[in-house]
């Protein structure tokens, strides 16, 4: 994945045929509509496939709905991405996408943007405390709490979790909003079984997160069962536990990935939560477009409650990397 890339969108060849379904909503032809000027931040993680679909979607809608993107990477700085919001507001684009990762760090950025007149939809990851602690206008993304506790719940159901069980929850950034508030909600779902657990941080390398969880299965043969808090410590818990000659111990997670699904359709995971970042890229562009044009309030849209098992997996593998 490119660090910066830009998508005129125009509706050409392919895309007019998709597009058609859409041609009810301009008030003259789709061709006559002045661009959109909209800036979509992504936090982190340049080559990570867990944004491949979000990309695929945000440029999709660009060109659906003649929007005028520019894709951008934070590196996982949110100093660099307050800098970004700076540079969106002086470039005088009409919109601004960006994930809030840390609390109140783009605040002054956000709300700079606001009364400078830019449409702003948090995607991916919004401030803990939604509208009452940013400005910005919508948040399309999972609810972190909702989907811990469905995989949580559902890890114990499958697996007979009770009291003396412990789980292992590693995560890529512990510090960071969603790993807090997944870790809150799987946590919830197994105190109610009186199962114990633990948070430990991976990183986005799938063999340094590999490395890391086997060590912490080695470290502690009280650990029955994993639950990876995102797409890396997910994508690599079987063979961490392979690795650590616990093959075969129960583990489910977040998000889809190269391994994720596949071990799904085996069954040697049991579950995973689908945040749908297709969504994630897609509908804040759209919702930009619209709000821009015609005035319309954005919407707070859940994207990520879906839970992906043996019965729908199939579907998921098919469109790794696009729409899924």
Same mark, same amino acid.
């Given at each position: 994945?490119? $660090?910066?890339?830009?998508?005129?969108?125009?509706?050409?060849?392919?895309?007019?045929?998709?597009? !058609?379904?859409?041609?009810?909503?301009?008030?003259?032809?789709?061709?006559?509509?002045?661009?959109? &000027?909209?800036?979509?931040? *992504?936090?982190?993680?340049?080559?990570?496939?867990?944004?491949?679909?979000?990309?695929?979607?945000?440029?999709?809608?660009?060109?659906?709905?003649?929007?005028?993107?520019?894709?951008? $990477?934070?590196?996982?700085?949110?100093?660099?991405?307050? $800098?970004?919001?700076?540079?969106?507001?002086?470039? &005088?684009?009409?919109?601004?996408?960006?994930?809030?990762?840390?609390?109140?760090?783009?605040?002054?950025?956000?709300?700079?943007?606001?009364? !400078?007149?830019?449409?702003?939809? @948090?995607?991916?990851?919004?401030?803990?405390?939604?509208? !009452?602690?940013?400005?910005?206008?919508?948040?399309?993304? *999972?609810?972190?709490? @909702?989907?811990? $506790?469905?995989?949580?719940?559902?890890?114990?159901?499958?697996?007979?979790? &009770?009291?003396?069980?412990?789980?292992?929850?590693?995560?890529? %950034?512990?510090?960071? /909003?969603?790993?807090?508030?997944?870790?809150?909600?799987?946590?919830?779902?197994?105190?109610?079984?009186?199962? /114990?657990?633990?948070?430990?941080?991976?990183?986005?390398?799938?063999?340094?997160?590999?490395?890391?969880?086997?060590?912490?299965?080695?470290?502690?043969?009280?650990?029955?069962?994993?639950?990876?808090?995102?797409?890396?410590?997910?994508?690599?818990?079987?063979?961490?536990?392979?690795?650590?000659?616990?093959?075969?111990?129960?583990?489910?997670?977040?998000?889809?990935?190269?391994?994720?699904?596949?071990?799904?359709?085996?069954?040697?995971? /049991?579950?995973?939560?689908?945040?749908?970042?297709?969504? *994630?890229?897609?509908?804040?562009?759209? %919702? @930009?477009?619209? @709000?821009?044009?015609?005035?319309?309030?954005?919407?707070?849209?859940?994207?990520?409650?879906?839970?992906?098992?043996?019965?729908?997996?199939?579907?998921?593998?098919?469109?790794?990397? /696009?729409?899924?």
């Amino acid at each position: 994945m490119t $660090n910066r890339t830009r998508v005129l969108g125009t509706l050409r060849g392919a895309a007019l045929a998709t597009s !058609a379904l859409f041609a009810f909503t301009a008030p003259g032809s789709a061709q006559e509509l002045a661009p959109v &000027k909209v800036v979509f931040i *992504q936090h982190c993680c340049s080559g990570a496939t867990f944004f491949q679909p979000m990309q695929f979607g945000a440029e999709e809608a660009a060109r659906l709905f003649q929007v005028d993107l520019t894709y951008v $990477n934070a590196d996982g700085d949110a100093a660099r991405a307050a $800098n970004l919001i700076e540079t969106a507001i002086a470039d &005088k684009a009409d919109a601004v996408l960006p994930t809030i990762t840390v609390p109140d760090a783009l605040d002054a950025a956000i709300q700079k943007a606001r009364d !400078a007149g830019l449409v702003v939809i @948090a995607q991916n990851i919004d401030d803990p405390e939604g509208p !009452a602690g940013n400005a910005r206008q919508a948040f399309i993304g *999972q609810d972190f709490i @909702a989907s811990g $506790n469905i995989i949580g719940d559902r890890m114990v159901k499958d697996h007979g979790l &009770k009291e003396g069980d412990h789980c292992l929850l590693p995560v890529e %950034f512990p510090e960071l /909003t969603y790993a807090i508030e997944r870790a809150q909600g799987v946590q919830e779902a197994l105190t109610r079984a009186s199962v /114990t657990s633990e948070v430990i941080g991976t990183g986005t390398v799938d063999g340094e997160a590999l490395n890391t969880i086997s060590q912490a299965i080695l470290a502690n043969p009280a650990i029955t069962c994993v639950i990876g808090l995102g797409q890396t410590p997910t994508n690599v818990a079987v063979a961490a536990a392979d690795e650590a000659g616990r093959p075969g111990i129960p583990n489910g997670g977040f998000d889809t990935g190269a391994d994720i699904i596949p071990h799904i359709i085996d069954g040697s995971t /049991t579950a995973t939560m689908d945040q749908q970042p297709f969504w *994630q890229g897609f509908l804040p562009v759209m %919702f @930009a477009a619209y @709000a821009v044009r015609y005035g319309l309030t954005p919407p707070d849209i859940d994207t990520g409650n879906n839970l992906i098992d043996k019965s729908n997996a199939d579907k998921a593998k098919d469109y790794t990397g /696009t729409y899924r």
